[in-house]
């Protein structure tokens, strides 16, 4: 296998699975279901999400696990074995979507408003 077939298959398999790492994830959060109607009789449904929100996560799935695969690649060009680079590619690429999806399922899934403190000082939100 030569370095452009590497880059090309790994990048597609990256696209790929970012994609769907991002759609999963996003599809399934609770932010996601309380705009497509999760709640009480259909109600407060905003389908402007479909719009707004799965085209950018998609393309962002789609685009940036690339990246963080073909960035290892042409840095390490000419150093070691081809079997070694694309090892280390794949370990950065495997990390940035563990990464990356960690960030996307903290951001769609909010935490419930009673738990966020609203100030620093903890005896003003006790006393309440």
């Given at each position: 296998m030569?370095?452009?077939?590497?880059?090309?298959?790994?990048?597609?398999?990256?696209?790929?699975?970012?994609?769907g790492i991002a759609l999963y994830?996003?599809?399934?959060s609770l932010r996601t279901g309380l705009h497509m109607g999760m709640g009480f009789e259909g109600q407060a449904r905003d389908l402007s999400v479909l719009w707004?929100?799965?085209?950018?996560?998609?393309?962002?799935?789609?685009?940036?696990?690339p990246v963080?695969?073909?960035l290892p690649l042409r840095l390490l060009r000419g150093r070691g074995s081809l079997r070694?680079?694309?090892?280390?590619a794949a370990v950065?690429?495997?990390?940035?979507?563990?990464v990356s999806a960690w960030g996307l399922h903290a951001w769609t899934n909010p935490h419930h408003?009673?738990?966020?403190?609203?100030?620093g000082v903890l005896?003003?939100?006790l006393d309440q």
């Open positions: 030569e370095q452009r077939d590497a880059a090309g298959y790994g990048g597609c398999a990256a696209a790929a699975l970012g994609a994830i996003w599809g399934s707004t929100e799965l085209p950018l996560v998609l393309l962002a799935g789609a685009l940036i696990p963080a695969w073909l070694a680079r694309v090892l280390v950065c690429t495997a990390s940035f979507l563990a408003p009673d738990h966020i403190r609203l100030s005896a003003s939100d």
